[in-house]
C-alpha cells in the first residue's frame, strides 16, 4: 500500500489513516495478484487445519487451567480452614486462589490476545479496556 509523504506510516493499524488518491480502479496488477493470493490462502485447508489445532489446544489449556483453579480452591477451603475478610489468619487463604486465578487464567489470555489477534482489534480493544 502506498501512501503519500504527508501521511502517518508509523501507525500499525489495519485500515488507511489518510486517502491517497487511488481507486481500486487504479491498482497495479501486482497487488491484485498478491490480494488474490491472501483470498487464495485463507480458504487453504492447512491454514483452517491449523486454525482449528489452535482453537482445541486454546479450549484444552483453558479447561486445565479452570480446573487448577478449582482444585486450589478446594484445597484451601477444606484443608486450610476456609476463606475469612476480616483479617484473620484465614483471610491468607485467598492468596494461592488470587494467584492462581490471576497468573494463569487472566495473564494467560491476555499474553494469547496480544500474540493472536490483529493489530486493529488489539487497538479498539485496549482504548475500550482503558476507558473502563
Known amino acids: 500500500m502506498h501512501s503519500s509523504p504527508s501521511c502517518s506510516s508509523s501507525c500499525s493499524l489495519s485500515l488507511p489513516l489518510c486517502s491517497t488518491g487511488r481507486g481500486s480502479e487504479s491498482l497495479s496488477t501486482e497487488e491484485k495478484q498478491e490480494s488474490r493470493r491472501a483470498a487464495a490462502a485463507a480458504s487453504d485447508p492447512s491454514v483452517m487445519a491449523s486454525v482449528l489445532s489452535f482453537y482445541l489446544s486454546y479450549l484444552l489449556l483453558l479447561s486445565l487451567s479452570v480446573c487448577v483453579l478449582v482444585c486450589v480452591s478446594v484445597w484451601s477451603s477444606y484443608w486450610r480452614g476456609g ?6 489468619a484465614l483471610q491468607f487463604n485467598w492468596h494461592p486462589v488470587l494467584m492462581v486465578s490471576g497468573l494463569l487464567l487472566l495473564y ?13 482489534s488489539h487497538f479498539c480493544f485496549s482504548l475500550l479496556l482503558h476507558n473502563l
Open 83 to 88: 476463606f475469612a475478610w476480616d483479617g484473620s
Open 108 to 120: 494467560g489470555n491476555g499474553e494469547i490476545k496480544d500474540k493472536y489477534i490483529d493489530s486493529h
